[in-house]
T-cell receptor
Framework: QKEVEQDPGPLSVPEGAIVSLNCTYSNSAFQYFMWYRQYSRKGPELLMY????GNKEDGRFTAQVDKSSKYISLFIRDSQPSDSATYLC?????????????FGSGTRLQVQP | GAGVSQSPRYKVAKRGQDVALRCDPISGHVSLFWYQQALGQGPEFLTY????????KSGLPSDRFFAERPEGSVSTLKIQRTQQEDSAVYLC???????????????FGPGTRLTVL
């Protein structure tokens, strides 16, 4: 079983919809949680970065972390066709000296105009 | 400023050939990472440098994989005797920070797509 599980989709929504993307994880040492966006044939681009539990909002994007449930979410409001991409959750542990990010497999999102 | 750059962007190799993939990190970034991304999967960690020191190579899948960063800037990932299962996108990332912690952001390059025939 993978340390980070993510529904691969694809997820297809109409323009303007609210999108909810989720990951679950098993390693309780994870403290830092990230969402990356990856367009086809491009490298991942950081969207949101949160530490421990709680919410963080940036424009149309809101990231939520629930460490008690080992569950993280990314919400996209007023989705646009330009949001069509693969969304990757990633996480890392604190204080272990290990810098590696552990990624989910990615959810492919298609926003229909 | 310029981001992380990688070359070549695409590489086709015959099984058994050696390949070398180059990464130019963001100027001044201390930490450099290599990841492997198979089709339809998330990136998987290969190795990590802090300046010229390779501090973690736990993700390298076999001794055919070798990485170096001799002057603490540009890095090369070398794969010897390539196999078909090595076909993937190889991503390089860099970070300004020395240590894990709040704000330790990894910035990714566009990747090198390796196809082994």
């Amino acid at each position: 079983q993978k340390e980070v599980e993510q529904d691969p989709g694809p997820l297809s929504v109409p323009e303007g919809a609210i999108v909810s993307l989720n990951c679950t994880y098993s390693n309780s040492a994870f403290q830092y949680f990230m969402w990356y966006r990856q367009y086809s044939r491009k490298g991942p681009e950081l969207l949101m970065y949160t530490y421990s539990s709680g919410n963080k909002e940036d424009g149309r994007f809101t990231a939520q972390v629930d460490k008690s449930s080992k569950y993280i979410s990314l919400f996209i409001r007023d989705s646009q066709p330009s949001d069509s991409a693969t969304y990757l959750c990633a996480m890392s542990a604190r204080g272990t000296g290990r810098r590696a990010l552990t990624f989910g497999s990615g959810t492919r999102l298609q926003v229909q105009p | 400023g310029a981001g992380v750059s990688q070359s070549p962007r695409y590489k086709v190799a015959k099984r058994g050939q050696d390949v070398a993939l180059r990464c130019d990190p963001i100027s001044g970034h201390v930490s450099l990472f290599w990841y492997q991304q198979a089709l339809g999967q998330g990136p998987e960690f290969l190795t990590y440098f802090q300046n010229e020191a390779q501090l973690d190579k736990s993700g390298l899948p076999s001794d055919r994989f070798f990485a170096e960063r001799p002057e603490g800037s540009v890095s090369t990932l070398k794969i010897q005797r390539t196999q078909q299962e090595d076909s993937a996108v190889y991503l390089c990332a860099s970070s300004l920070r020395r240590l894990a912690g709040d704000g330790d952001t990894q910035y990714f390059g566009p990747g090198t797509r390796l196809t082994v025939l």
